[in-house]
């Protein structure tokens, strides 16, 4: 069994899998009710239990021991195992997580996971009865804590480096500021767009470009604060104007762009357009500042057949300043 559960530790970079495996394992080896694995955090260093099996198990998953507390606590602090043969004699046991589970358990099995030279958590199993444990299960459950360790913290290591690789995609294709596509990913969906349009001569697209009237001069005269919450704001206002799967990019200042896949004609692009306009108007209050927008939007779509996006951005940015130049809030 123990043979088996190093395998699936070898072969697994799931923190879940590890776990299940930990309290399968258990049950195997040893004649317990439940058993459960108790984690550090290592914001708070309290113990948390991530997993756990047998019965009580539902009430007890999530909770947290303090550092120190109880039987597990001590088996971290200490770094030793604990066999405890009636815990109504033992001073380290914490009543309070018999009371969560609803019922006593009378003995425990408490061993360490140890990693390099630290403890990571505890692998602790129990019976309902007293005297369920004996030496060489402790002997047992150490060698399985010992492999599972290294798994647990390899399962970790795996998911944050997959974290911080989502990060760091997150803050290439996003824009800090207000949470938007930026325009790489923009040009990445643009990219898209106008081959599948080559391809599929029924599919159309648009692009709205979207400069804000005046945002200058609210930024000049409120504060970047209020301008920086004026964009946040208009961001969601934008989102709440689209369908699902289009897409909201802030190209930079007060510049976003808005595309729209897969509509039917250039009246569909206009009717997002005027809810743009509709939705901008309302009036926007922002630190106790009542601040009005507007914006001026170019529309450009697929019907022209467009090789590159260069060519489709520039003719979205210059219909823009077309609306700009026939009168304010205008597409």
């Known amino acids: 069994m123990l043979h088996r559960a190093g395998q699936i530790f070898s072969a697994t970079l799931d923190s879940n899998q590890v776990l299940t495996t930990v309290l399968e ?17 290592p914001m ?49 046991h914490s009543k309070g997580v018999d009371q969560k589970r ?8 408490s061993v360490p996971l140890r990693f390099k030279d630290g403890v990571i958590g505890v692998i602790q199993a129990a019976n ?29 290591l795996y998911e944050e480096c997959n974290q911080a690789v989502e990060r760091l995609w997150q803050q290439a294709h ?6 938007l596509p930026n325009r790489a990913m923009l040009i990445n969906h643009l990219e898209r ?33 209020v301008g920086d919450l004026l964009l946040i704001e208009v961001a969601r206002r934008l989102e709440r104007c689209i369908r699902k799967g289009d897409i909201v990019a802030r190209l930079g200042g007060d510049e976003f762009t808005i595309l729209l896949e897969n509509i039917k004609d250039m009246a569909e692009a206009m009717q997002v357009a005027d809810r743009i306009n509709a939705e901008l108007s309302c009036q926007i209050i922002l630190k106790g500042q009542a601040v009005s927008i ?14 590159q996006v260069e060519d489709l951005l520039r003719d979205a940015d210059s219909a823009m300043y077309e609306a700009k130049s026939n009168g304010r809030g205008r597409a």
């Open 25 to 41: 394992t258990t049950y195997k080896l040893l004649k317990i009710d439940s058993v459960a694995i108790w984690l550090i955090d």
């Open 44 to 92: 708070t260093k309290e113990l948390v239990c991530n997993q756990a099996s047998g019965i009580g198990s539902e009430t007890v998953q999530g909770w947290r021991l303090a550092p120190g507390q109880g039987i597990a606590g001590w088996t971290v602090s200490h770094n030793e195992s604990i066999l405890v043969s009636d815990t109504h004699t033992n001073e380290y």
């Open 102 to 109: 609803g019922f006593e358990l009378r003995s425990m099995l």
């Open 128 to 156: 309902k009865q007293v005297n369920q444990f004996t030496l060489s299960d402790q002997t047992l459950l150490e060698l399985l804590a010992g492999s599972a360790a290294i798994a647990i913290e390899n399962a970790r």
């Open 174 to 179: 996003h824009d800090n500021l207000t949470g």
């Open 193 to 225: 767009v106008v081959q599948l349009a080559k391809y599929d001569s029924a599919y159309l697209f648009a692009v709205l470009f979207l400069d804000l009237n005046r945002f200058k001069l609210i930024n000049d005269s409120f504060g970047h604060l």
């Open 294 to 307: 507007t914006a001026s939007i170019g529309i450009t779509t697929s019907l022209k057949r467009y090789e």
